[in-house]
């Protein structure tokens, strides 16, 4: 039952990955690329991390237990650090004078 859960959250991880890469290539402007990606890697990487932790118990041992608390680190610190990079970028982006996308602009082509 526990690979059934495991393989599932990894499996919906990878979608949200797909999710933001196809946003990342469809979307019209920077601003709504960059949340597609910040938000749905963030939570591609939360779903398969945590997939990935869920498997290596099955053999249960302190081992796999320490190897699942550093594989759930490593999502805490992209909880962290994904968001705050995302804020940085955008924040770079308006900076550098891009405006976001309008209607507007694509009705004039």
């Not at 949200?16 to 949340?35: E, K, M």
Request: hydrophobic share 55%.
């Amino acid at each position: 039952m526990l690979h059934i859960i495991a393989m599932l959250s990894i499996a919906c991880g990878l979608i949200f990955f797909a999710g933001a890469t196809v946003g990342i290539l469809r979307f019209p402007d920077f601003y709504t690329r960059l949340h597609a990606a910040g938000k749905l890697d963030t939570l591609g990487v939360l779903l398969a991390m945590a997939g990935l932790a869920l498997y290596n118990l099955h053999p249960f041992s302190i081992e796999a237990l320490l190897t699942s608390l550093k594989i759930l680190l490593a999502v805490a610190f992209t909880f962290i650090a994904s968001p705050t990079a995302t804020h940085a970028i955008v924040d770079a982006g308006v900076r550098a004078g891009l405006r976001p996308w309008t209607k507007q602009e694509d009705d004039q082509q």
